[in-house]
């Protein structure tokens, strides 16, 4: 899969060794086991406090 440096890697290839190096970090313990699930959670808190924002602000929520 790896390609030379001067070559274009298309976004699949791309993706597809980024979730391998990954990996590898996380079965060597570079990261930890549960990085998803904790950058997942985070970014849900941060989504809902900013509903929360936008309903404190009177915002309008796009339904008619």
Request: net charge positive; hydrophobic share 15%.
């Given at each position: 899969m790896a390609k030379p440096a001067n070559q274009n890697l298309t976004v699949r290839e791309a993706g597809h060794m980024g979730g391998a190096a990954t990996k590898q970090e996380v079965?060597?313990?570079?990261?930890p086991?549960?990085?998803?699930s904790a950058i997942g959670r985070?970014?849900?808190q941060q989504v809902k406090e900013l509903i929360a924002?936008?309903?404190e602000?009177?915002?309008?929520?796009?339904?008619t």
């Open positions: 079965e060597t313990g570079e990261l086991k549960d990085f998803y985070k970014g849900g924002k936008g309903k602000a009177g915002g309008d929520s796009g339904k």
